[in-house]
């Protein structure tokens, strides 16, 4: 059974450019959430998927959005890249309020 | 005020002392408690779930007060493998976690 799977790993893009994260939610879980852990700092609530709605927010600026799929996978998008981007962003998926469970994260480096 | 405080350590400790890790949460709504695991550029893994009554797995105990919004954890008997970042989480509601920033503990031989 797949844990719940990030895609790039690690990717360098340069201030300005746009940027796209994908997220395979673990089997069976149908709700998708994602954190942004910069350096040193612990992990910052982004936003939540669920049946393909935002269905939270955190203190995040519009250029951060994303989808989700009718397979619960999700996307998180983020325009305009900033230096302060830089950071690990977290996917993390559950179902009905039970354990929910992280992937390995990607790696952004904005320069 | 962060809405979770956690002191950022580190705690350098030798192999086989006990220490103790506190947490802050500033929401008294705060439904569930956990503290995580979060190893050098990994991803943060549960340890264990924090319950009023208290509870333990292993080494590991984990206390909640809600009239004083505080939360702890005691590890016993260090071991080498134990060194990491622990976080204290908090789920608001519907798994919305809010993160303290992480204590790093330092274990030695």
């Known amino acids: 059974d797949a844990g719940v799977t990030q895609s790039p790993t690690h990717l360098i893009k340069t201030r300005g450019q746009q940027v796209t994260l994908r997220c395979s939610p673990k089997?069976?879980?149908?709700?998708v959430s994602w954190y942004q852990q910069a350096l040193g700092q612990g992990p910052q609530f982004i936003f939540q998927y669920y049946e393909e709605e935002e269905r939270q927010r955190g203190n995040f600026p519009d250029r951060f959005s994303g989808h989700q799929f009718p397979n619960y996978s999700s996307e998180l998008n983020v325009n305009a890249l900033l230096l302060g981007d830089s950071a690990l962003y977290l996917c993390?998926?559950?179902?009905?309020?039970?354990?929910?469970?992280f992937g390995e994260g990607s790696w952004l480096t904005v320069v | 005020r962060k809405e979770v405080e956690q002191d950022p350590g580190p705690f350098n400790v030798p192999e086989g002392a006990t220490v103790a890790f506190n947490c802050t949460y500033s929401n008294s709504a705060s439904q569930s408690f956990f503290w995580y695991r979060q190893d050098c550029r990994k991803e943060p893994k549960l340890l264990m779930s924090?319950?009023?009554s208290g509870n333990e797995d292993g080494r590991f105990t984990a206390q909640l007060n809600r009239a004083s919004q505080y939360i702890s954890l005691l590890i016993r008997d260090s071991k080498l493998s134990d060194s990491a970042t622990y976080l204290c989480?908090?789920?608001?509601?519907?798994?919305?976690?809010?993160f303290g920033t992480g204590t790093r503990l330092q274990v030695f031989p």
């Open positions: 089997s069976g879980h149908d709700t």
């Open positions: 989480v908090v789920n608001q509601d519907t798994d919305k976690l809010i």
């Open positions: 924090v319950y009023s």
């Open positions: 993390a998926s559950s179902f009905d309020g039970n354990t929910i469970y």
